[in-house]
């Protein structure tokens, strides 16, 4: 008789909340990962650099479960598939895991849940990657608050140190399932190629210090780069917010702040992965030029700081915020393209895609989102430039025809697009 703690996006042995809660539970700890066969097979990249990362941290997790005589077991199918096969080899008391607040695996939990229930096995699950969730933080009435600033305001009046105190699991580690050592299945037996692409580290902590003054340019090396980390629960959420508040870092904790802002969102709001959350901007009528489309994903638009943004996503999987804003904005607006592209183009590629967050942004970004600044707001990207990389460092780097001035033509012009985006909007708004 075993219980199973399932990682999912929690993948680490430290301060976890459903690893703690599963070990401080009277049977042997089987931990389980599965490879779901629903999300790999969306996946269009033989090298996705997600699934690498996922697999090197697998890996890393194994050879330490080795002091405890112990091992994971990796899975590969549909959470279906796998989970009557594990419970056929194992007698499962009970299975633990941390919540996670994306529709596909509330769907998929709210099914394997019912599937226990029926098979009088527990299913416990817990908060683990943010600090508060769901109906944690509301407005007086217990609505959910739908703009950012004045959660914030309540976000930071309720938070105390119990909620920032680490699950302290090492000292249970004992009690994990003792099995022999077995060596994780290899990449290529799940369809897949290591990726060339380089994983930003774990010191987030020497960044915090400067990071007001120089987070809005793209040419310092000044934010943390931890949403990779976060997305897969290599680093906890109650240590960087722990950092945060030591260092006095407010910006960035607000930051962290608007990843809970946005998973709560998406919590109450699914609809939001496929519609506006303003609903008159679903009337808006695109252009959705493909030809237009290939361009800004490939980095020629002709707009030096939007070129150097999906360049810099392209090929390192990361872009810097500032530039996610405007290059989001462009394609939006001076394009009118519908922001689900994007979102689907960013998903593809970047390191730390979170849909709730990525579904915000862009949102944000065409104005149909959580924001309580008007559709008007229509970035231009050369002042953009000008502001935020005055020496043009960051644009020189990734459009360095730009020095012997051979970069494309601008396929829109400013004005014109501004205006154009305006009357557009102005009409959907309008009907
Ligand atoms: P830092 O600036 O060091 O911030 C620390 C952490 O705080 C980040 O790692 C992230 O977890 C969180 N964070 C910071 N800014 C935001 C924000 N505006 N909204 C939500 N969380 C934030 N962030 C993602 O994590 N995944 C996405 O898929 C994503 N897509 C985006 C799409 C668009 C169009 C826009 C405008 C923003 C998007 N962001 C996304 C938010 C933000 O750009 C990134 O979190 C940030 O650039 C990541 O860099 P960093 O790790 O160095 O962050």
Known sequence: EISICWLRRDLRIDDNAALYHALKSNYPVLLLFIFDANILKKLNDRQDARVSFIHQTLEELNEKLKDYNSAIEIKHGTPEEVWADVLNTYQVKAIYANHDYEPYARERDDNLAEYLRSENIGFKTFKDQVIFEKNEITKADGKPYTVFTPYFRQWQQQ?????????????????????????????????????????????????????????????????????????????????????????????????????????????????????????????????????????????????????????????????????????????????????????????????????????????????SGNDAAPYFRVFNPELQATKFDPENKYINYWVPEIKQQKHVQPIVEHAFARERALRVFKEALQE
């Open 159 to 367: 938070l105390n140190s119990f909620y920032l105190k680490p699950y302290p699991v090492k000292k249970y580690l004992g009690n994990l399932l003792k099995r022999q050592y077995l060596p994780i299945p290899r990449l290529a037996a799940l369809g897949f190629e290591p990726s060339v692409l380089k994983f930003p580290g774990k010191n987030f902590i020497g960044k915090l210090a400067a990071y007001e003054q120089k987070r809005d340019f793209p040419a310092e090396d000044a934010t943390t780069r931890i949403g990779l980390h976060l997305r897969f629960g290599t680093i906890s959420i109650r240590r960087a917010v722990t950092e945060a508040l030591n260092q006095k870092a407010e910006k960035w904790l607000s930051e962290l702040a608007w990843r809970e802002f946005y998973m709560m969102i998406l919590w109450h709001f699914p609809n939001i992965v496929h519609q506006s959350f303003k609903p008159a901007y679903d009337k808006i009528r695109w252009i959705n030029n493909e030809s237009d489309f290939e361009k800004w994903c490939s980095g020629n638009t002709g707009y030096a700081l939007v070129d150097a943004g999906m360049r810099q996503l392209n090929q390192t999987g990361y872009m810097h915020n500032r530039v996610r804003m405007v290059t989001a904005s462009f394609l939006t607006k001076h394009l009118l393209i519908d922001w689900r592209w994007g979102e689907a183009y960013f998903a593809e590629k970047l390191l730390d895609y979170e849909q709730a967050s990525n579904v915000g942004g862009w949102q944000w970004a065409c104005g």
